[in-house]
């Protein structure tokens, strides 16, 4: 398992308003590399199962319904302490606590609806990458 790999997805609100350009701007601008990239969508069944450390939360339904409710950007980032620097870069998952500079600051518009999605651990950003893609689009 490598540990300098995060798996990110911009997530349906973002695509939708329009933020693909700037978000994949300051993750370059900020030093992740991409190795792998794609326009996709979740499907309601990847959704529950992404999500599903969170099955028992309220928020949980209202999660699986926007995550699958159009296209998202799924990705695989490269830097040196990629999962740490990279939740950094996105900030608070609620964007009225999210710091000055984060991706989230910029484009999220709730806490539900909060543009970026970070993988939490190396374990999880491994499974998550392999998820969307094959060893040979990981470049
Ligand atoms: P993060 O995405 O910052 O890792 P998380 O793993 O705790 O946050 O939750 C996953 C997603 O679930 C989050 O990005 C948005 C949604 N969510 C979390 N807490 C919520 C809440 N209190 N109300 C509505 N949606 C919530
Ligand atoms: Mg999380």
Redesign the pocket.
């Known amino acids: 398992m490598t540990t300098n790999r995060t798996f990110t997805m911009i997530k349906p609100d973002a695509v939708q308003n329009g933020h693909i350009g700037g978000i994949i701007n300051m993750i370059t601008e900020a030093g992740f590399k991409i190795i792998s990239m794609k326009l996709t969508q979740l499907t309601i069944t990847d959704a529950k199962k992404f999500?599903e450390?969170?099955a028992e939360?309220?928020?949980y339904g209202?999660?699986v319904e926007f995550m699958s409710r159009g296209p998202i950007v799924a990705a695989i980032l490269e830097k040196n302490n990629a999962v740490e620097d990279f939740?950094d870069l996105?900030g608070?998952?609620?964007p009225a606590d999210a710091a000055e500079g984060t991706i989230r600051k910029r484009y999220a518009t709730?806490?539900?609806e909060?543009a970026v999605?970070?993988s939490?651990s190396n374990e999880n950003a491994e499974l998550e990458g392999s998820f969307h893609f094959a060893g040979r689009e990981q470049f």
């Open positions: 999500y450390v969170h939360r309220p928020f209202e999660l939740r996105i608070a998952t609620n709730s806490i539900g909060n999605h970070g939490d």
